[in-house]
């Protein structure tokens, strides 16, 4: 489908199960081999209370859109489904850009207005983990925190000063 040619205006996610639903499509995608216990309803469990419309200022789940269409999203939540990590708060989770749009500076958008929002609620670090996108990260300037087996999976927590 290439590169969206108009901008791409990142804002709160709809709570629209359709959306949704399309989201889930490619986060279980992306998870099946690493993370096959994040299937559809784990992500159901994860959207939830931004379907629901939470009275606290996390989760914030942002979207980018091409108009009306969703392209990717991301979310800020309190805790992420790691063990013995409560001194990591709040994570960066569930960053996700369309198959057909990847490589078109989405991501990027994406993650800087997620840390805007951070900065917005006066948040002074945020974590995140990741199982393959060590380079992605460490590229857009996160720094490695720990390195932990979760699920039997190697992964890496990263942080970034705001
Ligand atoms: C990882 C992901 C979010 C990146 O989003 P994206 O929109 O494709 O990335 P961008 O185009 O914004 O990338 C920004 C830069 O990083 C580069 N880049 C893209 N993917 C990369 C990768 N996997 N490793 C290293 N660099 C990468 C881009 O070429 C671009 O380079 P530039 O600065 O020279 O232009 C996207 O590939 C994705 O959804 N992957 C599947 C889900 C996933 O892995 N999520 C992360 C979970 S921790």
């Known amino acids: 489908m290439g590169c969206p040619t108009g901008d791409v205006e990142v804002r709160y996610l709809p709570a629209d199960r359709m959306v949704v639903e399309r989201i889930i499509h490619w986060q279980v995608d992306h998870y099946r081999n690493a993370f096959p216990s994040f299937d559809h309803d784990d992500w159901i469990d994860f959207y939830g209370p931004h379907m629901r419309g939470q009275d606290g200022p996390l989760p ?19 805790r992420d489904d790691l063990d013995d990590v409560d001194q990591y708060t709040p ?22 207005a997620a840390l805007g929002r951070c900065r917005d609620l006066l948040i002074s670090r945020v ?5 393959d996108q060590f380079d992605w990260y460490r590229r857009l300037g996160w720094a490695e925190v720990e390195r932990k087996d ?3 999976v190697g992964i890496t927590i990263f942080a970034s000063d705001l």
């Open 91 to 112: 994570w960066i989770a569930a960053m996700i850009v369309d198959p057909s749009r990847r490589g078109c500076g989405i991501g990027r958008t994406l993650l800087n």
């Open 127 to 131: 974590y995140l983990w990741t199982h």
């Open 60 to 78: 914030v789940v942002l979207g980018a859109f091409e108009g009306t269409e969703c392209v990717g999203t991301v979310a800020i939540v309190e």
């Open 150 to 152: 979760f699920r039997g």
